[in-house]
Nanobody
Framework: QVQLVESGGGLVQPGGSLRLSCAASGFAFGSYTMSWYRQAPGKERESVAYITNAGGIKYADSVKGRFTISRDNVRRTVYLQMNSLKPEDTAVYSC?????????WGQGTQVTVSS
């Protein structure tokens, strides 16, 4: 079955950087759009970025110019490079994919931006 395992979260100071990874298994990774979402305490989950199987990319306005999504189809991994982090980026970040209408999620990784 679909498995998504995130890593790379942690505590970082404002202005710092983190790189999240999501290792995928159980499906034809190269054929599907991969997405990153985040959910802050007390807020609804929001889409951060996605990358299609053809390499098309879209970002939320709040992260444009600071975050970069990429994928490695050989390693079956999607990445989220996060630069110039702000306290408001604090959230649990999860990767996700939708196959035949069924959306799957990883367990998430905590990102905390604080001095």
């Amino acid at each position: 079955q679909v498995q998504l395992v995130e890593s790379g979260g942690g505590l970082v100071q404002p202005g710092g950087s983190l790189r999240l990874s999501c290792a995928a298994s159980g499906f034809a990774f190269g054929s599907y759009t991969m997405s990153w979402y985040r959910q802050a305490p007390g807020k609804e989950r929001e889409s951060v970025a996605y990358i299609t199987n053809a390499g098309g990319i879209k970002y939320a306005d709040s992260v444009k110019g600071r975050f970069t999504i990429s994928r490695d189809n050989v390693r079956r991994t999607v990445y989220l490079q996060m630069n110039s982090l702000k306290p408001e980026d604090t959230a649990v970040y999860s990767c996700s994919t939708a196959i035949l209408g069924n959306r799957s999620w990883g367990q998430g990784t905590q990102v905390t931006v604080s001095s």
